[in-house]
C-alpha cells in the first residue's frame, strides 16, 4: 500500500514534506539547548545546527512564541523555556528505568551467550528484579529475586561503588559472613567508578564470570544495576564487559542520566 502522503496532490505532498522538516529543524534546536550547560547566543546555535542566522533567528522566535524557548532581553541568548521543561518533568514521571534496564537486558540475552539481569538496592543488598536467560547458555547460579553478595559479586562491587557508605554498612551488618567477604578499599571502588562497571572472573564458581553496570537517574544517583552471568571464554569472545557497558548507558540515557 502507498504512503498517504503519496495519494496527496503532488502540491500538498510538497507541503507536508515541508512542515515535516520544519519539525526536525526545530527539534535539532531544542536538542542542542538541551545538551548544553548554558543558554547560547544566535550564532552559537546556527553554527552548531549547521544553518544560517536568519533561519535560526526565525526558529528561535518561533519557539520562544511557543513557550519552549526563552531569550534573556539583556544578552539575547537563548535556553529552554517553561513550555520544554514541563515536558521534560512528565516524561521523567513517565520512565521506569528498571523496566528500561530490563529491556537493555533481554536483547542483550538475545544476541550473546550470558544470562543478563538487573538488581536493585534493598534492605538486605542486591536483588535480582529482572533475569533473562540466554539461548546459547543456560547454565546459571542465580534466579529472579535472589539476594547477591555484598562483596562476592560484581552487583555488589558496583552498588559499593556509588552508594553512600551508610547505605552499605547497614546492609554489611545484616548479610552473612560468606556474603560480606573483603571490604574493597577506595582505590577499588574508584576503580570500579572509572571502568563503568565491574567483573570478577572465576570468583565463586569455575569459568563463570560475573559483570555488572550501573544505571543512572535524572538525579545522577544509581537506580538500579544491570548485570551478566556467562563462561569467562565467551564473554572474552564476545566481548561481554563492553557490550554490557554500552547497555547501561543507553538505559541511563533514556532514564534521564548522564
Request: net charge neutral; hydrophobic share 45%.
Amino acid at each position: 500500500m502507498d504512503d498517504e502522503a503519496d495519494e496527496l496532490p503532488e502540491n500538498e505532498g510538497e507541503k507536508r514534506s515541508a512542515l515535516i522538516q520544519s519539525v526536525s529543524i526545530a527539534a535539532r534546536f531544542l536538542n542542542l539547548l538541551a545538551q548544553s550547560d548554558r543558554a547560547l547566543a544566535l550564532g552559537e546555535l546556527a553554527k552548531r545546527a549547521g544553518t544560517g542566522r536568519s533561519t535560526a533567528h526565525r526558529y528561535m522566535q518561533t519557539l520562544v512564541r511557543e513557550k519552549l524557548v526563552t531569550q534573556d532581553p539583556a544578552s539575547g541568548c537563548y535556553d529552554l523555556g517553561p513550555a520544554a521543561l514541563g515536558i521534560g518533568i512528565s516524561a521523567l514521571r513517565r520512565i521506569n528505568p528498571v523496566e528500561t534496564a530490563g529491556r537493555e537486558m533481554n536483547a542483550l540475552a538475545a544476541r550473546i551467550g550470558a544470562s543478563c539481569g538487573v538488581a536493585i538496592w534493598t534492605e538486605r543488598g542486591p536483588t535480582l528484579v529482572r533475569w533473562a536467560r540466554s539461548a546459547s547458555f543456560s547454565l546459571s547460579t542465580v534466579a529472579l529475586g535472589d539476594i547477591l553478595p555484598l562483596d562476592n559479586s560484581a552487583c555488589g562491587l558496583v552498588f559499593q561503588a556509588h552508594l553512600p557508605a551508610e547505605r552499605v554498612a547497614a546492609v554489611r551488618k545484616l548479610q552473612p559472613a560468606a556474603f560480606r567477604g573483603t571490604r574493597p578499599d577506595a582505590a577499588a571502588l574508584q576503580s570500579i567508578r572509572k571502568a563503568g562497571g565491574a567483573e570478577l572472573n572465576e570468583h565463586l564458581f569455575s569459568a563463570l564470570t560475573g559483570k555488572a553496570a550501573p544505571v543512572f537517574d535524572a538525579q545522577g544517583e544509581v537506580c538500579c544495576v544491570v548485570t551478566i552471568v556467562s563462561f569467562v571464554a565467551t564473554a572474552e569472545s564476545e566481548q561481554h564487559f563492553p557490550l554490557l557497558i554500552e547497555a547501561a548507558r543507553r538505559a541511563s540515557a533514556e532514564s534521564g542520566g548522564a
